[in-house]
């Protein structure tokens, strides 16, 4: 499975756009651009996904480039609940298991 | 929306004794997990069930652990005789599209081991 980067943590401020950026280089065809955040000890909360067009849904919008080796998920107007650690993961469709890294702590600031 | 539901949220239990934690997935959904948490760590992957049978586990997942749908809406694990490093979170998951869809979370069961 391909291997993700993310910053350890980012800050925003709130009402702000959130852009959280992800490397992932080594992405094979079919792999998936997976989302998730995680708020304090809650369960982890699915975001949004993407294979290699840009999608956009309620929550955030996913910019995957073209040639698939980093994405952007972006939060259009921050708040302070959106302060969370963010997750991207890598994954074939079909595959059991989500692997979650450390993820980005994102702080959402008044 | 549809949730995924965990009960109890968090359990007291002393070491060697026997724990079920409960899971109620996502009703038309086809494929369940279970994933664990040590706090302050990552997100950990345990078990996928599909179909009545596991598809898949990992090294995690030893004998000491067991998985079962008893019903048309329960999903549980079973630690048998549990350990001082059991302690963590425990989230299940369910997914209802085979390919791309994404799993769905409960916000999990607290496990504490005395």
């Known amino acids: 499975d391909a291997k993700t980067t993310q910053p350890p943590s980012m800050d925003c401020a709130e009402g702000r756009a959130a852009n959280l950026p992800c490397n992932h280089s080594?992405?094979?065809?079919?792999?998936?651009v997976y989302w998730y955040r995680q708020i304090h000890s809650q369960g982890p909360q699915y975001i949004i996904h993407g294979l290699k067009n840009n999608e956009t849904n309620e929550m955030a919008s996913l910019i995957i480039t073209e040639d698939r080796k980093s994405s952007t998920l972006i939060l259009p107007h921050a708040t302070l609940r959106d302060t969370a650690v963010y997750y991207c993961?890598?994954?074939?469709?079909?595959?059991?298991?989500?692997?979650f890294g450390a993820g980005t702590r994102l702080t959402v600031k008044p | 929306e549809p949730e995924v539901t965990q009960t109890p949220s968090h359990q007291v239990t002393q070491m060697g004794q026997e724990v079920i934690l409960r899971c109620v997935p996502i009703?038309?959904?086809?494929?369940f997990y279970w994933y664990r948490q040590i706090l302050g760590q990552k997100v950990e992957f345990l078990v996928s069930?599909?179909?009545?049978?596991?598809?898949?586990k990992s090294e995690i997942f030893d004998d000491q652990f067991s998985v079962e749908r008893p019903d048309g809406s329960n999903f549980t694990l079973k630690i048998r005789s549990t350990k001082l490093e059991d302690s963590a979170m425990y989230f299940c998951?369910?997914?209802?599209?085979?390919?791309?869809?994404?799993?769905?979370f409960g916000d999990g069961t607290r496990l504490s081991i005395l």
């Open positions: 993961i890598v994954r074939v469709a079909d595959n059991n298991d989500m692997r």
């Open positions: 069930f599909y179909n009545n049978e596991i598809s898949e």
């Open positions: 009703s038309n959904h086809l494929y």
């Open positions: 080594t992405i094979s065809g079919n792999e998936y």
């Open positions: 998951a369910s997914r209802g599209e085979q390919g791309r869809g994404p799993q769905h």
